[in-house]
């Protein structure tokens, strides 16, 4: 089994971040969507690693192969955002999407989170199960906290009590 490493987000991981991102989004889901469309990505210590918040990388071989932030929006509240992970290491055998979100579980944990929220897209289905699967629970957009950062390509969104520290 290859090892695979997740780590906290170095600003030299910046561009390797966004060569993940973009081409999930773009060639796998069909999302018409830029790096500039998504400024917090060029940003990320002051986007994420701010407050409560946080960025993870998993990596591989020297790769970066997954990503995951927590961004802090107040109230002992955060928003799960950017979780990708490249298609060789998807699925259960490398154990890569578990794996970020369970440090993101102990870093929420650890700094005092109580609720997580996520927004996602119709077209996530695997997505859709995994969260699911990981104690989540799918509410009504009317449900999320006026803090949370919505994008224009949500159209599901989650809630999940953040393990009792």
């Given at each position: ?104 579980f102990a870093h929420a944990g650890d700094v005092g989170v109580t ?51």
């Amino acid at each position: 089994m290859v090892e695979i490493e997740i780590r906290t987000f170095v600003p030299d991981d910046a561009d390797d971040v966004i060569s993940v991102i973009l081409p999930i989004q773009r060639e796998e889901f069909g999302i018409d969507i830029t790096a500039d469309a998504q400024p917090d990505l060029r940003v990320i210590p002051d986007f994420y690693q701010s407050g409560k918040g946080q960025f993870w990388v998993a990596v591989k071989d020297g790769a970066i192969v997954g990503t995951l932030g927590l961004k802090d929006i107040g109230n002992n509240q955060a928003a799960l955002r950017k979780m990708f992970v490249a298609a060789e290491v998807r699925g259960r055998e490398h154990g890569v999407a578990a794996r970020l979100l369970d440090a993101l579980f102990a870093h929420a944990g650890d700094v005092g989170v109580t609720d997580i929220f996520l927004g996602t897209t119709d077209k996530f289905v695997a997505a859709h199960r995994f969260y699911e699967k990981n104690g989540f629970s799918e509410i009504p957009a009317k449900d999320l906290p006026r803090a949370f950062p919505r994008m224009a390509v949500d159209s599901k969104f989650y809630q999940r009590k953040a393990a009792a520290p």
